[in-house]
């Protein structure tokens, strides 16, 4: 949802000429609105460490520094996966004081190295209790450590406007890309080297099982799907709707990405989500064990689940709020649509399994 989410977004979506990637907008080493909770020191410094894709506006930083008399320092440290592995290697001697961006298919790793200490904030919304990190014996106090900020569903995306044109039904399922009508249409990022591959990579081990999933990407592979490294080799140069000239037609992306895909002077996107093939990314914020200001720290945990924030995101980072009442952009609320029954992993088997599944898959995909 991040990291080139973002991604979430990861990634993350950026809108090139009206749609793009999700990546770092700008210059944005500062952040935005602040709740009232928190009693950071007047006067003092609150590093937030984060992903690559972190783009919130200015002007909600300069409101959280003058509410809370901070300044705000943001370090960026890669994608979901390199700001948890940094996260986990300095826990002795933290690169800051709060953390965002740790998602949900690297969190009870960070939980189970202690990287966080226990905090949620008094104002959380309580639609935000859905995208809570479940507490068991494996990831110990994770639904205390990690306060959920934001979600995305990483699905197939397909044309529209492609299949349209040359007379073809689109896919709907991932059974469906098995299919020899969708022979070489598919593109994906790498499970390896991208969020929102890996994101896929789960879908179908969600879906297909420990005994079915390498089966299903031998199918998928013979089927002509090509991998390519990141999201935006993916999107922007080899989907047909993705402005680079692509010759293909499916694609694996976000639910948020058809939004931007509406020419001017249209009121419809030209490409759709297929929501039976989501996984959901969702990405937390937590105070970092041994924080020199963990007063600052927890004050910029309630500034990130506080209303303005919640608001900013999408149009920011490209993800959902966990803030069912905080407002959507219009396009998002018409055609950015959740899926109603997304794919699943467990945390501790994510963890536990990581590096297996990514070696089996890149055994599968070298041939």
């Known amino acids: 949802m991040h990291a080139p989410h973002h991604p979430v977004l990861a990634a993350t979506l950026v809108a090139a000429a009206a749609l793009s990637a999700c990546s770092v907008a700008g210059p944005p080493d500062r952040a935005g609105e602040a709740s009232d909770g928190g009693t950071a020191e007047r006067g003092g410094t609150v590093t937030l460490v984060t992903h ?54 690297f969190a009870s790793r960070a939980v189970d190295e202690g990287v966080f200490d226990p905090y949620t904030p008094a104002g959380l919304p309580p639609s935000a209790d859905r995208y809570r990190l479940d507490s068991d014996d494996q990831t110990g106090d994770a639904a205390d450590s990690l306060t959920p900020v934001d979600w995305g569903d990483v699905c197939v995306n397909v044309d529209d406007v492609w299949f349209d044109e040359h007379g073809l039904t689109p896919p709907q399922t991932l059974d469906d890309l098995l299919d020899p009508a969708y022979r070489d249409l598919l593109v994906t990022p790498g499970a390896s080297t991208s969020s929102p591959g890996f994101a896929f990579l789960l879908a179908t081990i969600g879906r297909y099982g420990e005994d079915g999933w390498q089966d299903y990407w031998r199918r998928l592979l013979d089927n002509g799907a090509r991998v390519v490294s990141g999201w935006s080799d993916a999107y922007e140069v080899d989907f047909t709707a993705g402005g680079g000239g692509g010759d293909r037609p499916i694609v694996v992306s976000y639910n948020s990405s058809p939004p931007f895909t509406i020419p001017e ?103």
């Open 52 to 105: 690559d894709s972190w783009a919130l506006p200015r002007k909600l930083v300069r409101s959280f520094e003058q509410q809370t008399g901070t300044d705000l320092d943001v370090v960026r440290s890669g994608d979901a996966g390199a700001l948890t592995n940094k996260l986990v290697l300095t826990k002795e001697n933290p690169l800051g004081d709060v953390a965002y961006g740790v998602d949900n298919t």
């Open 265 to 367: 002077g249209d009121d419809r996107p030209t490409t759709s989500a297929l929501l039976e093939t989501c996984f959901r990314q969702v990405e937390y914020a937590g105070v970092l064990r041994g924080s020199d200001n963990p007063a600052g720290a927890q004050a910029v945990v309630d500034w990130l689940t506080s209303r303005p924030v919640q608001e900013a995101l999408p149009d920011s980072m490209y993800v959902f709020p966990v803030d069912s009442g905080a407002a959507l952009p219009p396009l998002w609320s018409q055609w950015a649509k959740p899926a109603p029954r997304p794919v699943t992993v467990d945390a501790a088997d994510i963890t536990a399994r990581r590096s297996e599944w990514i070696r089996q898959w890149s055994d599968l995909v070298s041939g």
